[in-house]
């Protein structure tokens, strides 16, 4: 990944080696390297934000908010604070570029977040738009017949 990082960097690439650093980031964080992950993430959210690309911002940022979850700030807590800013921008950009799935986990880590931090008001807020949300999802999904009305034959 290091190499590919590198040839990706010297051609002017953005995308690629934000990819490569996302990746070294995912390494690192299940090696327990969270001081290292986090740096990889900021590094990637750089680039993404360089290359325009939003799909990959929103995952940085997320994977942001993960990680300061789990690290310790000078006063020895979690940065909570620093997550709650993270996923908030997270949950902006993946509602602009209408990424449901992750508008959806965003959400969730919202209203956890909330209650962490006790933004009553905001964990309210946010579960009412994840239940929109999850409302608007089941009127839209297509139906499926029911398993004595499947078509016959196994599909052939």
Request: aromatic share 4%; hydrophobic share 45%.
């Amino acid at each position: 990944l290091n190499e590919a990082l590198a040839v990706n960097l010297k051609r002017k690439a953005r995308k690629e080696p934000a990819a490569n650093l996302y990746l070294l980031a995912s390494i690192s964080h299940r090696e327990g390297k969270l001081e290292e992950a986090l740096t990889f993430v900021d590094r990637a959210l750089e680039l993404d934000k360089q290359a325009e690309n939003s799909e990959g911002i929103a995952k940085d940022l997320y994977a942001r908010n993960v990680l300061l979850q789990k690290l310790n700030g000078p006063d020895g807590k979690p940065r909570l604070q620093e997550a709650w800013a993270a996923v908030r921008r997270s949950y902006r950009v993946s509602l602009a570029i209408s990424d449901a799935v992750s508008v959806a986990r965003d959400l969730e880590q919202l209203q956890d977040l909330a209650a962490r931090l006790g933004l009553s008001a905001e964990q309210a807020k946010y579960a009412a738009v994840a239940a929109k949300l999850k409302s608007a999802q089941a009127s839209a999904a297509p139906a499926l017949p029911a398993a004595g009305n499947a078509p016959a034959g196994g599909g052939k």
